[in-house]
């Protein structure tokens, strides 16, 4: 036994070495008696719940008004799901499920994207090259040939108030052996500042509309539209709304905002009074200024080969500047829209059909897919061995059969963005000029190759056949449909037991297999909560009053 040298003698050296050896065999009886299943105190009770429902301990007072009580009385536990401790508590558990964080998603490109050089100095100008190019006159355009504006105030304008640069305030400069035709900058406060910018002159343009085409086929476009991006007259409009400023600024605020609203769907259903199933089925949510800037102004100014939330024509835009933090409730119109299921957050983190459906049964059905236990033979299982049709072709078919009617709930949204395909004028379910097309849109929404299933079909519409009537119903549906369904059938319900039972209990509940004691209660919990108008806090008051909650296992 070592020895700890301490002031004081002999003696006190011998009584400190008892005292660590005593000690050291108390801790390691009581550490083999925590492992046996027993029932906690009413004071481990108070701390379970309270970092359980407020995560965070309780205080001294509460402790101490716990003295006279047998156990924690229903009504502290009422107090604690009613409190906001609680409300944020319930926000991080369904971020668990949710995964809202889409800051890694790019929502702008360098069609719409303002940066600055550094020359000419602290004035700003979009990075695409294509666009200085159309401003600036240069066809062999690289930055060795200067392709912003020169550093000196634009004043000169064409009338109309658009701050149109006039030709005769447009200077030719040689740049490293090449004409450069360059305008100035102007000072332009920005929607994301109460400070004012430099800002190219061409870059600057306030035009709001111009026409693109001729004759029958002419259209009057905004000119935060992409389409509209090789046209002189069109910059970022006035008080540049239709570009991006820097990410902080901008583009982080916008995906903070789209997780919040998403959060503030949350409070609703956890202290807000409203039942879960709004959670999932709601047609209206808060959009705040950051959201309805980017919905209206900058969304439709994108690439075609990213994300695609384009406004659809029947959304009324909200009429919010992007400085107003507040959050205002917008009806989204369309009963395709499913309450967290069709928000930004979720359609831009999950961005296939596939995902967001399988998403969808992880967090409400409490379902996985699970892979087949061996190949299949093409021969000997009469399936396919190279089917487009992911239904048909071997061993694939185990979980399409069910991944894809599934997924085509969500079939009516652009994957990879936001917006409904319902508009049959812009989203035909079949354009047969697509086949064998390079067309960037074609390539991106439908079947081009000629050996492809109903050549020329909108992507999710390809396999809406007579052999797939589960496909065509779920598309008409939408995802509010496999709401209601997981609704009828309990799935909802008891998905949503099991959920919180496991958070709660920290272990699955035993409903399954040779162990399934807890299958009685669990369909129990499930019919209470479902009477009880699927109320969150009935349901977790329900599983932390259960007799398995006060014990140790």
């Known amino acids: 036994m070592n020895t700890v040298s301490i002031p004081g003698g002999t003696m006190q050296r011998v009584v400190f070495t008892l005292t660590l050896a005593l000690t050291a065999s108390a801790l390691a009886q009581t550490a083999a008696e925590c492992q046996q299943p027993r029932d906690i105190d009413k004071y481990q009770q108070l701390r379970r719940l309270s970092l359980d429902l407020r995560g965070r301990i309780p205080d001294v007072t509460e402790y101490e008004a716990l003295d006279a009580q047998s156990e924690v009385p229903a009504s502290v536990i009422r107090s ?31 069609n719409a994207q303002l940066t600055t050089s550094g020359n000419p100095p602290d004035v700003n100008s979009l990075s695409s090259t294509g666009r200085r190019r159309t401003f600036r006159g240069v066809t062999d355009a690289n930055t060795a040939h200067g392709l912003q504006c020169g550093d000196f105030e634009q004043t000169q304008f064409l009338p109309g108030g658009q701050f149109r640069p006039d030709p005769a305030g447009i200077r030719t400069t040689m740049v490293n052996g090449v004409a450069v035709r360059q305008e100035g900058w102007r000072l332009v406060t920005p929607y994301w500042s109460t400070t004012p910018i430099k800002v190219c ?10 026409t693109i085409g001729t004759g029958a086929t002419a259209r009057t476009l905004s000119c935060g539209h992409y389409e509209t991006n090789g046209n002189i007259a069109c910059g970022c409009g006035a008080g540049l709304k239709f570009c991006y400023g820097p990410t902080a600024a901008v583009r982080t605020v916008i995906a903070n905002s789209a997780r919040e609203q998403l959060n503030l769907l949350v409070d609703r259903v956890s202290t807000g009074g409203r039942p879960y199933t709004d959670l999932v089925l709601s047609r209206t949510v808060p959009v705040n200024g950051p959201l309805a800037h980017w919905k209206r102004d900058l969304s439709s100014n994108l690439s075609v080969n990213r994300v695609w939330s384009i406004p659809d024509p029947t959304e009324a835009p909200v009429n919010k500047p992007f400085s107003d933090m507040t959050w205002s409730d917008v009806d989204r119109g369309s ?3 499913a309450g967290a299921l069709t928000t930004m957050a979720y359609l831009l983190r999950f961005q296939t059909n ?14 996985s897919y699970v892979p087949p236990s061996r190949l299949e033979d093409p021969v000997a299982d009469n399936c396919s061995a190279d089917s487009d049709d992911l239904t048909k072709r071997c061993t694939c078919r185990g979980c399409h059969r ?3 009617p599934l997924a085509s709930h969500w079939g009516q949204i652009a994957e990879g963005g936001t917006t409904l395909l319902t508009n049959l004028t812009e989203w035909p379910r079949m354009r047969a000029n697509c086949v064998g097309s390079t067309n960037a849109i074609c390539n991106r929404f439908y079947a081009t190759s000629n050996d492809a299933e109903n050549k020329g079909a909108l992507l999710p519409y390809q396999f809406a056949d007579a052999q797939h009537p589960e496909i065509t119903a779920a598309l008409g549906g939408g995802p509010r449909k496999r709401v209601n369904e997981s609704l009828a059938n309990g799935a909802f319900a008891r998905c949503a037991v099991k959920r919180a039972w496991s958070n709660l209990m920290k272990r699955d509940m035993r409903v399954s297999g040779t162990s399934a004691d807890e299958l009685a209660t669990l369909e129990s919990l499930a019919s209470g909560f479902t009477s009880n108008n699927y109320s969150l806090p009935w ?10 909650y006060r014990r140790v296992r």
């Open 80 to 110: 604690y799901l009613a409190s906001d401790d609680f409300r944020v508590v319930m926000r991080r558990y369904h971020e668990d499920l949710f995964w809202p964080n889409i800051s890694n998603i790019a929502l702008n490109n360098v």
């Open 201 to 210: 002159a061409y870059d600057a343009q306030e035009t709001e509309t111009v």
């Open 335 to 337: 009963d395709l829209h």
């Open 354 to 367: 596939r995902g967001r459906a399988n998403r969808y049964r992880i967090d409400f059905e409490c379902e």
């Open 402 to 404: 069910g991944l894809e």
């Open 539 to 548: 349901l977790v008051e329900q599983i932390v009053t259960q007799p398995q």
